[in-house]
């Protein structure tokens, strides 16, 4: 029989990362003969445990045998008035429980399905470029057309709305912005957030956004919401994830919340989809967004992050590096040494010294140029990191 992929499939461009992984694996093979070990600051997924009192919720819930049947698809009344009681104490923002907000199995989920609640075949979508992944692969995957926003240092990292052309505009059906920003580290100020508004008003476009890393931050002032902006929730909504913020990748749990005929777009597509998120995993995210004992640990995170952010850059730096010193997430987005494109520069770190770090380019072409450090390991190794990056040549 001949198998063969649907279009939607073959048409995607190269996936950067599975050769990453390839080599990878055959590089981690050769260094565990020669008794070494890879250092991977390539993936941003947290190395630090999910904090007991949220463990403790969800051991709770899974003995209990009505969380054993399906859940709903919108999620559970109690998740869903967390999530909004979490929105108004933390941005200020009120939300309709009900209308207003739907539980994701993570971020990912809501963020992958959202264009097919919207999109149609020919649709332009406003993409951060370089940007995460799963914005671009799902316009496309609907027959949308992905229309790059390049996003430059010397724009703070923030796209250049007015360099979007008049026509691109009014045919724009959607557009995604994510602040912290992975994978360039940068932070939005409300008065962008203003920008947008004006933009998504006079051009019709539907804002999404993405605000996975807003409680990993280092300054005085914490990141704002898009919903906070007026104006926000008659053109968006906003995903958000408990996956980086309590240490909780691997539960899959997240939500989006804003403009109410958006969540119901979305919604009717998960209906479609999925059957929703085990409800001992939605007791977790209970006590993850109301109990006391989770203000101190995310205090403690920044801590700890914060500090691992200073030893890296400051080492790197000495070592002869350009990189900024991020004000949020764990990421680090570094300039590639003269004369090393950003694919290069990943390919040799792990080809020479068995560091893994993230090609810019992965993220989108203007990430060329750069390479993206996820400082999710803890200290001893990741400054072990360093000093082998430090003993790499860069003749060309
Ligand atoms: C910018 C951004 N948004 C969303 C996600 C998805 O997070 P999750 O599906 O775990 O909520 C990630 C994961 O790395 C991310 O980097």
Redesign the pocket.
């Known amino acids: 029989m001949k198998i063969e992929l649907a279009s939607r499939i073959r048409a995607l461009p190269p996936y950067l990362f599975a050769d990453i992984d390839r080599q990878k694996r055959e590089k981690a093979i050769e260094l565990k003969k020669s008794g070494s070990d890879l250092i991977d600051l390539g993936i941003?997924d947290p190395d630090l445990p999910t904090p007991a009192h949220i463990v403790a919720a969800m051991q709770k819930a899974a003995a209990e045998p009505r969380y054993h049947r399906y859940p709903s698809y919108e999620g559970m009344q109690g998740f869903r008035d967390a999530a909004v009681g979490w929105y108004k104490s933390r941005f200020g923002v009120s939300l309709d429980a009900n209308k207003e907000c739907c539980a994701?199995i993570?971020?990912?989920?809501g963020?992958a399905h959202f264009p097919v609640a919207f999109c149609d075949p020919g649709d332009l979508v406003l993409v951060p470029d370089p940007g995460?992944p799963?914005y671009a692969t799902w316009t496309r995957f609907v027959g949308g057309e992905v229309y790059p926003m390049p996003l430059r240092r010397e724009n703070g990292f923030l796209p250049d709305l007015d360099a979007i052309p008049a026509d691109v505009a009014k045919r724009a059906k959607m557009m995604w912005i994510?602040y912290p920003?992975?994978p360039t580290a940068a932070l939005a100020s409300p008065d962008f957030y203003q920008r947008v508004v004006a933009f998504a008003q006079k051009n019709n476009i539907i804002v999404a956004s993405?605000v996975?890393?807003s409680e990993i931050y280092f300054g005085k002032e914490a990141p704002r919401s898009f919903l906070e902006v007026p104006g926000a929730r008659e053109v968006g909504i906003e995903?958000q994830?408990?996956?980086?913020t309590y240490n909780m990748?691997g539960w899959?749990i997240?939500w989006v919340c804003g403009n109410a005929e958006m969540i119901k777009g979305l919604a009717t597509i998960k209906d479609s989809v999925d059957s929703g998120a085990f409800q001992a995993i939605q007791e977790a995210g209970i006590a993850a967004l109301q109990d006391a004992a989770s203000g101190k640990f995310v205090k403690d995170m920044r801590v700890l992050y914060k500090r691992r952010r200073d030893l890296f850059v400051n080492a790197m730096t000495k070592a002869g590096w350009t990189m900024a010193k991020p004000s949020a997430t764990f990421y680090v987005w570094a300039r590639t040494p003269k004369g090393f494109t950003s694919s290069e520069t990943s390919g040799k770190l792990l080809e020479d010294v068995g560091v893994v770090c993230t090609p810019g380019v992965g993220f989108g072409p203007s990430g060329e140029g750069y390479v993206r450090f996820a400082l999710s390991v803890e200290e001893k190794r990741m400054m072990e990191a360093v000093e082998r990056i430090r003993k790499v040549k860069w003749t060309t």
């Open positions: 941003g994701l993570g971020s990912k989920e963020i995460y799963v994510n920003n992975n993405d996975a890393y995903f994830s408990l996956s980086k990748t899959r997240g």
